[in-house]
């Protein structure tokens, strides 16, 4: 299995990763960044991956969504950040419309936070904005405090850090969605083969949900494992991580989580962004 270092994953993660789920498979675990996963997703080189939502229509003919251990939510969705104070700081004359043209690092081009910016410009930068340059998410707002780009696309704790770089939030593309959709921002997805099988593919989701109870009945019980992995983060930054990504939607993906997923990749094709989904793609197992 591979997924993330991020206090999100290791934390749902952390009791299955260390044996203490009774019936649930031995892990093997390799930790990389979004950007590697979806990769290896395309590649179909893993059995189970923390993906982007956004990669599903590449990668959902080999692997199955699984409806659990992932992360949607409400108030969480990534930012767009300049070092010149925004619209969405409430009192500037900067406009999304000012990144015309504009060059934007991004952590990913298959990230669900990049589809979801690609939406967002096509209705709010009016010519749409100039060069993407992709950056791991972790050098994105020095980039853009050293103006080496003139904005950037931040994703996981930044939402908590960024003023600690001097900069500025033009806009919150969880708000956007939520407005548009009255629905949670879909962001990391669970996949696992198809070809273990229905029986192997419903006792990884039934170990997932019982690791995410797990972390939520002992919470101390995870703390180790998350700030062995979380690069020097901050233990109060870590769970605010936590809390906002780890919520009823990773214990089960339930209705609205559905529909929020069908409603991003639907209009995403919409937009000839993604391949379109076939009408049994998100069926489980």
Same mark, same amino acid.
């Given at each position: ?13 952390d009791?299955w990763?260390?044996?203490r789920?009774? +019936? ?24 189970? !991956? ?6 599903l ?10 409806p ?11 930012? %767009?950040?300049?070092?010149? *104070? ?6 500037? *004359? ?8 504009r ?9 669900t ?14 010519g ?9 998410f972790?050098?994105i707002?020095?980039? %853009? ?8 696309l &931040?994703?996981?704790e ?14 919150d593309?969880?708000?956007y ?6 629905l ?8 696992a ?9 419903? !006792? ?5 949900r019982? +690791? ?8 101390e019980?995870s703390r180790?494992?998350v700030?062995e992995?979380a ?14 990504? %780890? ?7 339930g %209705? ?16 000839g !962004? &993604?391949?379109?989904?076939? *009408?049994?793609a998100?069926?489980?197992?």
């Amino acid at each position: 299995m591979a997924y993330s270092p991020c206090p999100n994953d290791t934390f749902v993660f952390d009791a299955w990763a260390h044996g203490r789920i009774p +019936s649930a498979p031995a892990l093997d675990v390799t930790f990389a960044d979004i950007d590697i996963t979806n990769g290896l997703a395309e590649r179909g080189e893993f059995d189970v !991956l923390k993906v982007s939502y956004a990669v599903l229509p590449y990668v959902l003919d080999e692997y199955a969504l699984l409806p659990c251990g992932g992360a949607l939510g409400r108030g969480c969705g990534p930012l %767009v950040l300049t070092r010149e *104070p925004g619209d969405g700081d409430g009192a500037s *004359p900067l406009e999304p419309a000012a990144l015309t043209g504009r060059t934007v690092a991004v952590p990913s081009e298959r990230s669900t936070a990049y589809l979801l910016f690609r939406l967002w410009a096509a209705d709010s930068v009016p010519g749409g904005v100039g060069e993407i340059v992709v950056l791991p998410f972790h050098e994105i707002m020095p980039a %853009v405090r050293d103006g080496k780009v003139d904005a950037g696309l &931040v994703i996981h704790e930044a939402r908590f850090t960024y003023r600690d770089y001097g900069l500025h939030k033009l806009a919150d593309l969880g708000e956007y969605w939520e407005d548009t959709t009255g629905l949670p921002i879909p962001l990391g997805a669970i996949i696992a083969k198809r070809s273990l099988g229905a029986d192997t593919l419903e !006792l990884l989701a039934e170990s997932a949900r019982a +690791s995410v109870r797990a972390a939520w009945d002992d919470p101390e019980a995870s703390r180790p494992y998350v700030m062995e992995h979380a690069q020097e983060m901050d233990p109060a930054v870590a769970d605010q991580h936590i809390g906002l990504y %780890v919520n009823e939607f990773t214990a089960e993906l339930g %209705v609205d989580g559905y529909a929020a997923i069908r409603g991003l990749l639907t209009r995403a094709a919409a937009e000839g !962004l &993604v391949p379109p989904l076939g *009408p049994d793609a998100l069926v489980f197992p």
